[in-house]
């Protein structure tokens, strides 16, 4: 089996913003699409995308598998939380004494494991390119920068964009995501693009009451609001990377969200 990596959702002023899109990203893959699909939370400070999925308050964390001899996928699972019956999440320690001495080869050993064991494996990183996000995005297929249309997101970019010109990632592997559109004080998209020289493959719509619901429930976004215009983008988005119309998906969607789901499929 050869997993999509996906790694990250970068955000340059508040990071939650961009856990919260990648962690309910994947809750989609997973629910929506049946994929098998491995979350793990590399933000070893903060952990935010743990908090955006489930309120438990498991100590199990990727601190378990680290010092492992033998990975496999059965022991990633046993570290893991399983939040679908084909999601997991791969938390960061609650602690973050624990993450010390985490090493960049460590992890690409977890990942290694992973991407034979999943169809999917999702990856939120710190808010700093250190060692280990470093390492992440070079085996990532693809990195997803998250941004919002204002000008010091614009700024944020042009840096990062800097730093993947340095590292030779081609063009195809940067999708950039326009997050909280519709807000007033937006700048025009087409300048944005012009200046970034880039072109946003995602737009999500800013949809704050159902974000703050869900944050606080400790619930994905698709639980609390299956029918909210940034639950519709994003299972328009997971569409987008597996190669299927909307309307394909309907067939495949469990029964009891069957009414709920069509409704938005016809309408995108």
């Known amino acids: 089996m050869t997993a999509h990596s996906i790694n990250y959702c970068l955000d340059f002023r508040v990071h939650y913003r961009a856990s919260f ?56 699972e046993s570290a893991s939380i399983q939040i679908e019956q084909t999601f997991w999440l791969l938390r960061a320690p609650q602690n973050p004494e624990m993450s010390v001495g985490i090493t960049p080869d460590q992890v690409d050993d977890i990942i290694s ?85 880039a072109k946003f493959v995602v737009r999500l719509p800013n949809d704050f009451f159902n974000v703050n619901t869900s944050i606080n429930t400790g619930k994905p976004l698709m639980e609390v609001a299956p029918q909210g215009i940034l639950t519709q983008a994003l299972i328009q988005w997971s569409n987008q990377l597996l190669g299927v119309k909307s309307e394909e998906k ?11 789901l069509t409704s938005l499929f016809r309408s995108s």
């Open 21 to 76: 899109i990648s962690s309910n990203l994947a809750y989609i893959l997973a629910k929506v699409h049946k994929k098998r699909v491995l979350m793990i939370d590399l933000d070893l400070e903060f952990s935010d995308a743990s908090f955006c999925l489930t309120d438990d308050d498991s100590i199990k964390s990727i601190a378990d598998l680290v010092a492992r001899p033998h990975l496999s996928g059965p022991v990633i």
């Open 250 to 260: 309907v067939v495949n969607v469990d029964h009891s969200l069957l009414s709920k």
């Open 113 to 197: 494991v992973a991407v034979r064991h999943y169809d999917f494996v999702c990856i939120d990183l710190a808010r700093t390119l250190e060692p280990i996000a470093l390492r992440v995005m070079d085996r990532s297929d693809v990195v997803f920068p998250v941004m919002q249309t204002v000008l010091p997101f614009v700024r944020g970019m042009q840096r990062l964009q800097r730093t993947f010109r340095a590292l030779h990632y081609p063009e195809s592997k940067i999708q950039l995501v326009a997050n909280r559109q519709g807000n007033k004080d937006d700048l025009p998209m087409t300048d944005i693009e012009n200046a970034l020289q």
